[in-house]
C-alpha cells in the first residue's frame, strides 16, 4: 500500500522534554511538510522540504526543528522552546512537479502536554 | 482580511440534500483549488482539484471556481451520512515553490 504513516497516533510531552514526531512516505515525492492544525484556524505551515538535505521554515517554525536525510522521512521535533505545543500535527508530500501541487496527508499525530 | 476565508459552520442537512460549500480568497495569482475532506482525528483527503475557472465533476461531488469573484464552491449532491465531515478548501499560486493554503474548514453533518 503506497501512503504516509505518521506515529505515534498520540503522543504526551512533560514540560522541557524534547519530542520527535515521525512521518515516513513510499510514494516517491520528493516534497514533503509539516502542518500544525488547531481548532477553528486552517492548517498552518511549519517546514517544508523540496528535496533531500533541504528544509525551508514555514510561517510558525519557531520551537520546532526537521531533517530530511532520506527522501521517505521527514520527522518533525517539537523542542521546549515551543510553549504552546497542543494540536492536531499533519505530514504531508507532493510531487514537487510544478503542476502537480496536491498534497497527501498522513493521519496525524495529536500532541498533548502533561 | 485572512488570505482565505470559509465559513465554519456546523452545517447540518438531511440526507439527500444537495450541499454548497464555499470558499472566498483575496490573492487573485490563485491559480489551483483543491478540496480536502477531513473525517474527525483524521488526515484530510483530497477530494477535487481544479486549475484556474471553471467546473468539475466527479461522481457526487462539482467544484466550481469563479475567479473573478474570487469564488470557490462544492457542491454534493444525494448527501450521505458517511459525508458527514470537515471540509476544507486550498490553493495555492503554482509558482516554484507551491504553498498552499488552507481554509479554516467547514464542518458538515448529514442527518438520516
Known amino acids: 500500500d503506497g501512503g504516509i504513516t505518521q506515529s505515534p497516533k498520540y503522543l504526551f510531552r512533560k514540560e522541557g522534554q524534547n519530542v520527535t514526531l515521525s512521518c515516513e512516505q513510499n510514494?516517491?515525492?520528493?516534497?514533503m511538510y509539516w502542518y500544525r492544525q488547531d481548532p477553528g484556524q486552517g492548517l498552518r505551515l511549519i517546514y517544508y522540504?523540496?528535496?533531500?538535505?533541504?528544509?525551508q521554515k514555514g510561517d510558525i517554525a519557531e520551537g520546532y526543528s526537521v531533517s530530511r536525510e532520506k527522501k521517505e522521512s521527514f520527522p518533525l521535533t517539537v523542542t521546549s522552546a515551543q510553549k504552546n505545543p497542543t494540536a492536531f500535527y499533519l505530514c504531508?508530500?507532493?510531487?514537487?512537479?510544478?503542476?502537480?501541487?496536491?498534497?497527501?496527508f498522513g493521519p496525524g499525530t495529536r500532541l498533548l502536554v502533561l | 482580511q485572512k488570505e482565505v476565508e470559509q465559513d465554519p459552520g456546523p452545517l447540518s442537512v438531511p440526507e439527500g440534500a444537495i450541499v454548497s460549500l464555499n470558499c472566498t480568497y483575496s490573492?487573485?495569482?490563485?491559480?489551483?483549488f483543491m478540496w480536502y475532506r477531513q473525517y474527525s482525528r483524521k488526515g484530510p483527503e483530497l477530494l477535487m482539484y481544479?486549475?484556474?475557472?471553471g467546473n468539475k465533476e466527479d461522481g457526487r461531488f462539482t467544484a466550481q471556481v469563479d475567479k473573478s469573484s474570487k469564488y470557490i464552491s462544492l457542491f454534493i449532491r444525494d448527501s450521505q451520512p458517511s459525508d458527514s465531515a470537515t471540509y476544507l478548501c486550498a490553493m495555492s499560486e503554482g509558482t516554484s515553490y507551491d504553498k498552499v493554503i488552507f481554509g479554516p474548514g467547514t464542518s458538515l453533518s448529514v442527518i438520516p
Open positions: 490573492n487573485s495569482a490563485f491559480q489551483y
Open positions: 510514494l516517491n515525492h520528493d516534497a
Open positions: 504531508a508530500s507532493s510531487m514537487g512537479d510544478r503542476n502537480m501541487k496536491t498534497q497527501y
Open positions: 481544479t486549475y484556474s475557472s
Open positions: 522540504s523540496q528535496i533531500v538535505n533541504d528544509f
